[in-house]
């Protein structure tokens, strides 16, 4: 009670603050460049996000040209990429940077910052009714530090020696010695700049959302009314916190290794016949350090996505959640378990087998939590209403795509059939379809579903429809038959597949993924146009126009910092209340009080408060007869 | 509102379509001619790679055993390409694919308005579109599925087929069972799942004379799909545990039977040793590298005496052997998939990996019926430039074939060696003594 009372004096000088705000004037700015107001904030990691990944798209375009033609020229290339495309054909160096680079971008820029940064800030002051971040300033700092961060990972394509290109990884030794490679003289430094800056930038935003999500919820909203987005978005954030500092510490010792002359992870090194005088230091150390953080990345990258889906399965299926409280807790336990399944990428790195071999006990834990999500989805489907919204459609893209990923999954946290398929194209097509892939569907899925709540427009749905099908058929074609080629032994990162003799019948196979790639990438070129023409020219949205129950869509189209005019509404209901029987509409936001919706009221929906259940029970005997009626009807 | 839209998209689609003919700035018939001509020389693409292949084949095939990648004759190569062709063609042709796309852009666009224009005029007659839509989406998941579970079949049973071989190892043999066993129980899931993602996806496809069912949760059902998939990876759990162990955890006794080789990566090649009569390997230390000694192998320990350097991995038929896995410079992983065997080369950190070899070289090439095959080293963890290349041939005989052939190998620390060694020693040493006395002076 009293924490409630504080929080209402809160919200009062915030709104009177936001009421002086008004007077002033905005400049340009303040309102688009360095602003302070979530929802622009939101739009600045979106728009970012969407140019990062078109870029990082770009690069595996470049890459699959070299893999679907290994001995064909491409002129144009030398046009544009001049000394690292002689001939037309892309050097080996020059390739390794590139799938590094791809790997680095979309990881981190577009799926963690394009992903969280967008949504988390739209949506947690917005579904928990905020006025805004907890902190809106460091908001504002989180989203120009990842920008630096892009535009130095950007840089290092202008250095003389080349991006880094170590694998997204940069496993020392080979990201310590510019000696081994190009790639890890100047680009390797400014990509540990970069990424040095992205974690501060992505820390800042999880303190912010993790306090905001505690703090600022309106009255009524304890945290089992959060929709499951708001849940996903807290305990990503709490993973972010918890293991992205992690990395930092990692990075710092590569930079001391690199340019200090230490030996945290150097050691008996002889390269190109000079013996270098580092001694005691180990390889494995960094990758201790760096699955600390990646493997909780994956979930990072995964959590959000699925936290956006659950809340778009549900409105569009026209159903509650199934199993709301088992979704919430397989998050959680997805949460926890992240922590202690990092030995998996690490199985014959040579780190003691017994340890592998709890690391895969662990690993295969986190399946369980996973399933349950999976038959959740498709309970809630059932018996279902659907609309197939484009958004839809890329939820349950995510869906299957989470299932295969996942299932492959099996395969590799299994330590034993790990020997054979560590570092093979069995992997690639695994991580691609569980966070690649569906990571991606869930962010594309938010954006077409939060895009009215955004600029105030709707997007065109049938360019949708077909950006949907043209993407999910790309996918599945890029990535199905890459663990064909993994189970023969195909390692990943390899430049051609013509030095061996058993790769070569694979050749045509990688031709074929070579168009579904570029087939699939031209096929965002519908998603890009929809997004760009319709800011501008879209069909003007109505306010809750896809008839859902959070709080979002009970604010007015037309943005205004501090989102509700006047008070902001109360909550008095979860946000899965769809087609609940007796009630008139398929929805009731969360917003409508149990006493305007008699008629659909269930026993447990009181929570035990005795008051409440008596005075239904004399609604319900004096109405009985009409409710009877409208159960027959 | 909406004809300016209209008019917009039009005028865009056009200024486009003639930016892309001025580009080409040729005669509409020289073009088609010219497409017919590359498509044709596309499809041929791969025939010439092959044959482009087999040309740097050839460049590097004498290496090919001591596995040596020369970049300088990639790079040559690559330079022979560079001064005699004339790229316009190629250009033209990229330039060909851009106005192809724009075309199917402009035709996605023209289907857009036919359908918009279409849509509007049913409107006006109080036709209701919406849920026509709903049913494309509903059928397609349908079409998808089927073809989908088609396409699954095709490539289990055409890619599947070429991507299964034969473990000829011993442990590889229970890899293989423990995948199986994996793969049919996943499949199953990923086939039920699907079916029943799409399958609901199409039967309960909006409509707005029904309302959704109201339907919450159900402990039980929650429980027994908690329950279910915990025992099955359980199961699978204990079963890999069991796997692994058995391969990792080799006891004592059976190490000091097995074999010992050292395999040493660097960029990007790698170093094998024999360890010799007392199938014990001699200490290394990388201090000692030098030209002549590459691996630096320490002779003051008497063990490394009798060890031998050769230039291909040949181990003997049915009988356990133990890599030692090293790095000279960066992480490298030593990958021999038809043995199921990989363990990472680290520098500063010793690995190893124990294994039997089930069938000879010569048996494998019967069973496949292919006479050039060979068994083959590969480097799976990312090293550089020449990653993609960094191979070694393995040899498997029969056991007396292989004692012929160790046999045959020379010791590495001849008269020759000991000679240079000295004098390499003497030289480093009176430089060691010139850098102590520059030190004392400039103190």
């Known amino acids: 009670m009293a924490s409630t009372a504080i929080h209402d004096t809160a919200v009062l000088t915030h709104h009177d603050h936001g009421h002086e705000h008004g007077h002033h004037k905005e400049t340009f700015i303040t309102k688009y460049i360095f602003s302070q107001d979530h929802k622009m904030i939101a739009k600045q990691f979106l728009i970012t996000g969407i140019i990062m990944a078109v870029i990082a798209m770009f690069l595996s375009v470049l890459f699959r040209l070299q893999l679907g033609w290994p001995d064909k020229n491409f002129p144009i290339l030398e046009t544009f990429l001049g000394k690292w495309a002689e001939g037309g054909r892309i050097r080996p160096d020059f390739y390794l940077a590139l799938v590094t680079i791809h790997g680095t971008m979309m990881v981190f820029f577009v799926l963690t910052a394009g992903l969280s940064g967008t949504f988390s800030n739209l949506l947690i002051p917005l579904q928990l009714g905020a006025r805004d971040m907890a902190s809106p300033f460091l908001n504002m700092l989180s989203y120009w530090f990842f920008f630096t961060a892009c535009m130095i990972m950007m840089g290092s394509f202008f250095v003389q020696t080349g991006p880094a290109s170590a694998g997204w990884t940069i496993y020392p030794p ?130 959000p996505a699925l936290g956006i889906t659950s809340e778009v399965i549900a409105t569009n299926s026209r159903k509650p959640i199934f199993g709301y409280h088992a979704m919430v807790y397989s998050l959680i336990g997805i949460t926890i378990l992240s922590f202690i399944v990092w030995g998996h990428h690490m199985f014959i790195t040579g780190m003691n087998p017994f340890l592998g071999g709890v690391f895969m006990i662990t690993t295969l834990i986190i399946a369980v939590p996973s399933a349950v999500k999976t038959f959740n989805y498709l309970a809630t489907l059932w018996r279902g209403n ?52 569906a990571a991606i569907f869930g962010m594309l899925c938010g954006v077409y579903h939060w895009f009215p709540k955004m600029f105030g427009r709707l997007m065109d749905e049938k360019l949708g429809y077909l ?133 659909s009221n269930l026993p447990h929906d009181f929570e035990g408060n005795a008051e409440s259940e008596r005075i239904q029970q004399e609604w319900d005997s004096k109405y009985a007869a009409d409710k009877v009626e409208q159960g027959i009807n | ?89 190629l250009y033209k042709s990229a330039s060909y694919y851009v106005l192809l796309f724009f075309l199917v852009c402009v035709f996605i666009a023209i289907i857009g308005k036919v359908l918009r224009v279409y849509e ?49 190892s011993e442990h590889g043999e229970k890899i293989d069972t423990m995948f199986y066993v994996t793969l049919v129980i996943t499949t199953i899931v990923f086939i039920l799942t699907h079916i029943l993602l799409f399958g609901f996806s199409f039967k309960y496809r909006g409509s707005d ?122 992480l490298h992983s030593f990958y021999i998939p038809d043995f199921r065997v990989q363990i990472n080369a680290v520098p500063g950190m010793p690995t190893s990996f124990q294994f039997t070899p089930k069938y000879t070289t010569q048996q494998m090439r019967d069973k496949l019926n292919d006479p050039t095959f060979n068994y083959l080293l590969l480097c799976a963890k990312i090293c550089g430039a020449g990653h993609y290349n960094m191979q070694a041939k393995v040899t498997v005989l029969s056991e007396d074939e292989y004692k012929a052939w160790e046999a045959k190998l020379p010791l590495f620390y001849n008269d020759d060696v000991k000679k240079q060694l000295q004098v390499a020693q003497q030289k480093m040493s009176s430089e060691n003594n010139k850098v102590t006395l520059i030190t004392k002076n400039n103190r």
């Not at chain 2, 036709?127 to 599925?145: A, R």
Request: glycine share 8%; hydrophobic share 45%.
């Open chain 2, 1 to 89: 509102m909406r004809l300016k839209k209209y008019l917009n998209i039009r005028w865009i689609a056009s200024i486009m379509v003639m930016c892309a003919l001025l580009v080409n700035a040729i005669p509409l018939s020289a073009q088609l001619a010219d497409t017919s001509s590359t498509t044709a020389s596309s499809s041929a693409g791969v025939n010439e790679g092959a044959a482009d292949s087999s040309a740097l084949k050839s460049a590097s095939s004498e290496p090919l055993i001591s596995t040596v990648v020369d970049t300088a004759a990639s790079a040559k190569l690559i330079a022979d390409f560079k001064p005699e062709k004339d790229f316009g063609p």
């Open chain 1, 386 to 437: 659907i609309r197939f919204t484009p958004a839809m459609l890329f939820a349950i893209g995510l869906v299957s795509f989470f299932i295969s990923g996942g299932l492959t999954g099996i395969f590799l946290g299994n330590a034993a059939l790990d020997i054979n398929l560590h570092d093979t194209y069995f992997v690639v097509a695994h991580f691609h379809l569980v966070m690649g892939s």
């Open chain 2, 209 to 330: 004379t029904r309302k959704a069912y109201f339907y919450p949760h159900n402990n039980a059902v929650e429980r027994l799909w908690t329950i279910i998939p915990a025992i099955t990876l359980t199961v699978l759990v204990v079963f890999g545990f069991i796997t692994w162990r058995s391969i990792t955890n080799v006891p004592k006794e059976e190490q000091d039977k097995a074999l010992k080789v050292e395999v040493v990566g660097e960029q990007f090649k790698w170093n094998i040793r024999y360890s010799g009569t007392d199938n014990i390997i001699g200490k290394r230390n990388f201090t000692l590298i030098t030209p002549t000694n590459g691996l630096g192998i320490d002779y003051k320990d008497p063990k490394s005496w009798d060890d031998k350097l050769a230039g291909e991995i040949v181990l003997p038929v049915n009988k356990p052997v133990r890599v030692a896995v090293g790095s000279k410079d960066i």
């Open chain 1, 174 to 303: 080979l990201s310590a010695i510019p000696k081994a490679i190009p790639g890890s003289g100047l680009g390797m430094t400014l990509w540990l700049i970069s990424m040095i800056l992205f974690v501060a930038s992505s820390l800042m935003g999880a303190l912010n959302y993790i306090s905001t999500v505690l703090n600022m919820r309106t009255k009524g909203m304890d945290m089992w009314r959060m929709p499951l987005t708001i849940w996903a978005f807290f305990l990503t954030a709490i993973l972010g916190v918890l293991s992205f500092p992690v990395l930092v510490s990692g990075v710092v010792l590569l930079i001391f290794d690199r340019s200090f002359g230490t030996s945290f992870y150097l050691s008996d090194i002889v390269v190109q016949g000079e013996v270098l005088p580092n001694q005691g230091g180990s390889p494995i150390l960094w990758q201790h350090l760096f699955w600390f953080l990646g493997h909780p990345e994956v979930y990072i990258v995964i959590m």
């Open chain 2, 120 to 168: 509007l005029s049913g409107e006006l007659q109080g036709k209701k579109t919406k849920s026509y839509w709903q049913n494309v989406q509903g059928i397609l998941f349908i079409v998808v599925l089927i073809a989908g579970l088609y396409g699954v079949y095709w490539s289990y049973t055409v890619q599947g087929a070429m991507s299964m071989t034969i473990a000829a």
């Open chain 1, 467 to 599: 950006h949907f099908w043209l993407t999910f058929i790309g996918a599945y074609l890029v990535f199905f038959p890459m663990h064909f080629m993994g189970l023969d032994g195909v390692p990943r990162r390899y430049y051609a597949f013509t030095e061996f003799e058993f790769m070569k019948e694979w050749l045509t196979v990688n031709t074929f993924i070579s168009w579904a790639a570029i087939i699939s990438a031209l096929a965002q070129v519908a998603f890009l146009w929809n997004f760009f023409y319709s800011i501008f020219y879209g069909k003007k949205s109505s306010q809750n126009p896809w008839e859902s129950n959070t709080m979002e869509w009970t604010a007015p189209v037309e943005h205004l910092h501090g989102n509700w005019p006047g008070e902001i509404p109360t909550v008095y209901r979860w946000p899965y209340d769809y087609s609940k029987p007796g009630h008139d509409d398929d929805f009731i936001p969360q917003t409508v009080p149990f006493s305007q919706t008699m008629s």
